[in-house]
């Protein structure tokens, strides 16, 4: 095997790639919905000739591909579940699903894996080792699907030794990947807050407790709590974004609701943030005489990329692309259930570009105009299959 025979499958692959990356942007589904998406992949999958199992962790798909000789097992991942987004792509595969929308590049995860899989499967005689792979759904939906794939035992019969991801980067562009080694991506946790005080007409203020002004006071407390944390040694982020309340201008609620998002990358510094989270809400509660209800919904882990596995990885990526087109990427606090796994498994979790500034393919994820340049779709299958026969060989 050589990376321009993967080259010449993947190029040959690019007509059904297309038909399916498209199918499966048409017809997204959101987490824990994925029936339909779940049932499209298994049949492709079963055309291939490649044994699998659905409905597991929900409407996952696990199998795996058996290499000619016992070796390295090595996990690959791909997630399906899209987004509650309304799509605006003037595109004959738009959406036809209302409000839902393949906004985060899922649909490209899927196909990519897919033409991975189909490469590996045809030369499974040519390598050692063992090909587990799984199509996994509700990652964008906490807990995530991960943990309901690993309690489902993905990580068993046998452990991997290795987890390969790669998820769509629409600031590169089609032709370029991204690696970081080591701590990637930030955890996540969703902050909710109800504040309760005591509401009437707006014309009687002595009369009510305003949980508006009480709200803003408290938004205040946390906005300085926010700057110290940007001063921490672990990137850190704590930020509000939604404030609710029903009342009218001459109505004052009885309550209202605050959420946001926790991120940092430290898990013992993760949960002493909680800590003092709690503790700010109710001494202000305390001090505004009213009563404040937080809760912290756990969420991922911080993604840590192990290096040798990375190293391995981006050297391939070079090999395979030339050096000039692959980029060494920055921290990112956005996050990803694939983190679980890395936890586990010594991983590496890269980015596809899949931009094209010349055809005004710049969208960024989880817009209502995020699409891709589909000359990516090859590369990343191709890329997928050349790197996890490497890194069996490694």
């Not at 290795?162 to 946790?189: I, Q, T």
């Not at 707006?202 to 305003?210: F, H, K, L, Q, Y």
Request: charged share 20%.
């Amino acid at each position: 095997m050589n990376k321009e025979t993967f080259k010449a499958e993947a190029a040959a692959l690019y007509p059904e790639l297309l038909i399916i990356r498209r199918h499966i942007h048409q017809h997204p589904e959101l987490s824990e919905r994925e029936q339909e998406t779940m049932i499209y992949i298994s049949s492709k999958l079963a055309s291939y000739q490649i044994a699998h199992q659905c409905n597991i962790g929900g409407y996952g798909i696990v199998g795996q591909i058996e290499g000619a000789k016992p070796g390295k097992s090595l996990l690959l991942r791909a997630d399906m579940d899209a987004l509650p987004i309304t799509e605006k792509n003037a595109v004959p595969y738009c959406s036809i699903n209302k409000g839902v929308m393949h906004a985060c590049g899922h649909d490209v995860h899927s196909t990519c894996l897919l033409g991975a899989l189909h490469i590996l499967s045809k030369y499974k005689n040519d390598f050692g080792g063992t090909i587990k792979f799984v199509f996994q759904p509700a990652e964008e939906k906490l807990p995530g699907g991960a943990t309901r794939m690993i309690a489902a035992g993905v990580l068993d019969r046998p452990k991997p030794d290795m987890a390969l991801a790669l998820h769509v980067f629409p600031s590169l562009e089609a032709g370029e990947v991204g690696f970081k080694s080591g701590m990637y991506m930030a955890s996540c946790d969703e902050i909710y807050i109800t504040i309760k005080g005591r509401g009437g007409h707006a014309a009687i203020p002595d009369e009510i407790n305003n949980p508006l002004y009480i709200a803003a006071g408290l938004l205040l407390k946390i906005e300085h709590l926010a700057s110290v944390y940007k001063l921490a040694p672990s990137p850190t982020v704590l930020s509000f974004g939604d404030l609710h309340a029903t009342g009218a201008t001459n109505v004052v609620p009885d309550q209202c609701t605050l959420a946001g998002t926790f991120r940092t990358m430290n898990e013992e510094w993760r949960f002493q943030c909680h800590e003092e989270i709690l503790n700010l809400i109710q001494n202000f509660a305390h001090e505004r005489h009213c009563e404040i209800e937080c809760v912290i919904e756990k969420g991922y882990p911080f993604l840590i990329n192990d290096e040798v596995v990375t190293r391995v990885a981006q050297q391939e990526a070079r090999n395979y692309l030339g050096s000039s087109n692959v980029k060494n990427l920055d921290i990112r606090m956005a996050s990803e259930d694939f983190a679980y796994y890395s936890h586990i498994v010594p991983s590496c979790f890269f980015r596809l570009g899949t931009g094209n500034k010349a055809k005004g393919i710049i969208s960024p994820v989880h817009t209502s105009t995020f699409d891709i340049e589909e000359d990516a779709l090859p590369i990343g299958a191709g890329l997928l299959a050349w790197i996890s026969v490497q890194l069996l060989f490694s």
